[in-house]
């Protein structure tokens, strides 16, 4: 059974300083991972992949991955008021046609 | 990047009517997915459906309850059958890039009353 666990918040930062999102899974064969972005009532949205180890850096976005220690993560900074949401972590184990399996999501909320 | 519309985008339903909910991709996806979001919950991966096949379903989901229909490449369509409030949640379909990350439609949000 491939888990995807995600600690569900809600994880509190006041406005400017680093938000650090968790998610480790347990297919240790996983290959890509995700984070995804859903506002409430809405369908989640990308906002990084990473598949190697190391630092991945996109705009005031950091995805880490250590494969062994089969974790990945997610740091935003300068966070803002708009960056509230629930954020998924997703991994996808390969093996054909199997979709991403989702972790329960992190629920932001940025003080201002 | 390809563009997913997704319809209805809402629906309230009588238990024990079925609802089927449509995916129009603007270009030829080999496979889509089609997933449950649950209230306050994370998303749950339904079945996968490869044109001119039958889909195939994750474990807890089967086709008398979910059928699927995939009858081109841009197009598919799942329907939630005899309907209880327990069906009550958000269905999504996906299709996967070269990177395998999943581009959603809108979402069907679905209450059952």
């Known amino acids: 059974q491939k888990e995807v666990e995600q600690n569900s918040g809600p994880l509190s930062v006041p406005e400017g300083a680093i938000a650090s999102l968790n998610c480790t899974y347990s297919?240790?064969?996983?290959?890509?991972f995700f984070w995804y972005r859903q506002y409430s009532g809405k369908s989640p949205e990308l906002i990084m992949f990473i598949y190697s180890n190391g630092d991945k850096e996109d705009g005031r976005f950091t995805a880490q991955l250590n494969k062994a220690s089969q974790y990945v993560s997610l740091l935003i900074r300068d966070s803002q008021p708009s960056d509230s949401a629930t954020y998924l972590c997703?991994?996808?184990?390969?093996?054909?046609?199997?979709?991403?399996?989702f972790g329960k999501g992190t629920h932001l909320i940025i003080q201002p | 990047s390809a563009v997913i519309s997704q319809k209805p985008s809402r629906d309230i339903c009588q238990r024990g009517t079925s609802l089927t909910i449509q995916c129009q991709v603007d270009?030829?996806?080999?496979?889509m997915f089609w997933y449950r979001q649950q209230p306050g919950q994370s998303l749950t991966l339904i079945a996968t459906?490869?044109?001119?096949?039958?889909?195939?379903?994750e474990s807890g989901f089967v086709i008398d309850k979910f059928p699927i229909s995939r009858p081109n490449l841009t197009f598919s369509t799942l329907t939630v059958s005899n309907m209880s409030p327990e069906d009550s949640s958000i269905y999504l379909c996906?299709?996967?890039?070269?990177?395998?990350?999943?581009?959603f439609g809108q979402g069907t949000r679905l209450t059952v009353v």
């Open positions: 996906s299709f996967p890039t070269v990177n395998t990350e999943a581009f």
């Open positions: 297919d240790r064969g996983s290959q890509s």
């Open positions: 997703a991994v996808f184990s390969g093996g054909g046609a199997d979709g991403l399996t």
């Open positions: 459906a490869n044109q001119g096949s039958e889909a195939t379903y």
């Open positions: 270009s030829q996806v080999t496979m």
